[in-house]
């Protein structure tokens, strides 16, 4: 048996909170009642516009459905801006989801690199590591591990993951592991970058290729040491109520043959 949580990410209802037919309370319900999950991953997106007293009244439906926060994932963060304006406004974002993971009691955090090239400069890489630095610490105040996903840019460079990691080197630090996402340098796999990110992540994003070949890629993940959730994230374009069981349902199957 897989000893990981199984969790499910609000992003795999954007489609439908653009329509305006769910909301954060809808996707905890649905998380706890139609998928019978107790581990949450709240996309900020849902929660643009909360503020503190929101954020408890999340928290006590949280508590109420017997779920807990696995991660808060937060866009619209950057560490690194090259526009000030921009780069101010993704600092008091940083800082307001910050307060939200206190009061959630998320026991991760995602905010993306920012460095929208392949690879990031000295200049950029210092100044990402200097913040990552400061909010692990927060993290620790706080909680929570906070770090980066191989999401975009930059950050899909495993060398830059890594080298993070290491000049970081704080228990409140970690990435979350998109899986197979990667943009791969001179002799690299997708499946071995995972299997080796994984000793340096705390949450995965799972998408629909790998929820049905699990048992391909699970078992090398888990022997790096792994604890984190293990999170289904549903990008399809079709109906998602219908897909996130889909998807869920063929991960599920396929960790029974582990």
């Not at 459905?65 to 974002?93: E, F, Q, S, V």
């Not at 206190?102 to 000295?122: F, H, K, N, Q, S």
Request: hydrophobic share 40%; glycine share 8%; net charge negative.
């Amino acid at each position: 048996m897989v000893p990981n949580r199984i969790s499910l990410a609000s992003y795999s209802f954007h489609k439908l909170l653009e329509a305006g037919m769910i909301d954060v309370y809808g996707y905890l319900e649905s998380l706890a009642y139609r998928y019978h999950l107790s581990d949450a991953d709240i996309w900020n997106g849902f929660v643009l516009e909360a503020g503190k007293d929101d954020f408890r009244k999340i928290r006590a439906a949280m508590d109420d459905r017997g779920l807990t926060l696995a991660n808060l994932c937060c866009d619209w963060c950057n560490i690194w801006c090259a526009d000030p304006d921009y780069g101010k406004k993704c600092d008091d974002n940083a800082q307001k989801f910050m307060e939200a993971a206190e009061i959630l009691g998320a026991r991760t955090v995602r905010m993306d690199v920012g460095v929208p090239e392949d690879d990031a400069t000295e200049e950029q890489y210092e100044a990402v590591c200097k913040k990552y630095a400061a909010y692990a610490k927060r993290g620790g105040e706080a909680g929570f591990v906070i770090g980066p996903e191989n999401h975009w840019g930059a950050s899909r460079r495993l060398s830059m993951q890594k080298r993070l990691f290491k000049d970081i080197n704080s228990p409140n630090y970690g990435m979350l592991l998109h899986m197979g996402n990667w943009n791969l340098e001179d002799g690299q796999t997708k499946d071995g970058n995972d299997a080796e990110a994984a000793a340096m992540a705390v949450h995965t994003h799972i998408d629909y290729e790998h929820a049905t070949s699990t048992e391909n890629w699970l078992p090398g993940v888990l022997a790096s040491g792994y604890a984190g959730a293990l999170s289904i994230e549903h990008h399809k374009e079709i109906t998602e109520y219908r897909g996130v069981q889909a998807q869920l349902g063929a991960f599920l199957y396929a960790l029974g043959k582990i």
